[in-house]
């Protein structure tokens, strides 16, 4: 008997399989049309939570930097160039992405080419993301000891007699490569995972 069972659980799958290639280019776009946008779905949604976090940062840090002492007009000058090696790259990504996330998806006729142009654009801007935050990363750790030691603050960054110039190198070395790390993992979670998954669909389409 339960040969028997096996033999019907293995022709049930064969024919599953033998339905499944026949499915012709025309009945498997809407499918992978609708696979598609619910990956695009999910990668709007972590854009719009990073640019609504960001945003809600900015202004926490607006307000950390409107309590600085009237008159220090060079801590104002360190805090406005952390603030642009901040906001600039982001909302160029953000922009990029929201942008470019699925367009010409809705005809299913240009299912193949617009995945390829989404896929394409998101490999790039996602190499662009990572390297050009491991380039801006040092100059951003630098304005930020400009920053403490520019303010009347006292903070761990202060350079003194025990915290040299020496140190605030490999500190500001140290530091990028595990931001950069952190930012590696990150895309690779929020992002790059959903490629794979786009460029999965676009091989099923291909080979149909």
Request: hydrophobic share 50%; with cysteine; net charge positive.
């Amino acid at each position: 008997m339960k040969n028997d069972e096996l033999d019907d659980l293995k022709s049930a799958w064969n024919a599953a399989a033998a339905a499944e290639k026949k499915l012709g280019l025309d009945d498997l776009r809407p499918l992978i049309r609708q696979r598609a946008q619910h990956v695009f779905t999910k990668i709007r949604r972590n854009l719009l939570f990073e640019a609504v976090f960001g945003v809600a940062a900015m202004i926490g840090w607006g307000y950390f930097v409107s309590r600085i002492v009237p008159g220090n007009g060079e801590a104002y000058l360190a805090a406005l160039q952390m603030t642009l090696l901040t906001v600039l790259p982001l909302f160029f990504f953000y922009y990029a992405g929201f942008r470019h996330l699925g367009r010409g998806m809705a005809s299913d006729s240009r299912l193949i080419p617009a995945l390829q142009q989404t896929i394409a654009y998101w490999d790039q801007l996602l190499v662009l993301y990572f390297w050009g935050g491991a380039a801006l990363m040092p100059s951003f750790l630098l304005s930020a000891v400009w920053f403490v030691n520019s303010s009347a603050r006292d903070s761990l960054l202060k350079i003194t007699d025990n915290f040299t110039w020496t140190d605030v190198v490999i500190w500001v070395i140290g530091l990028s490569v595990f931001t950069m790390l952190f930012v590696q993992v990150s895309i690779k979670i929020s992002y790059a995972k959903h490629v794979r998954e786009l460029k999965a669909c676009l091989r099923e389409l291909e080979e149909a």
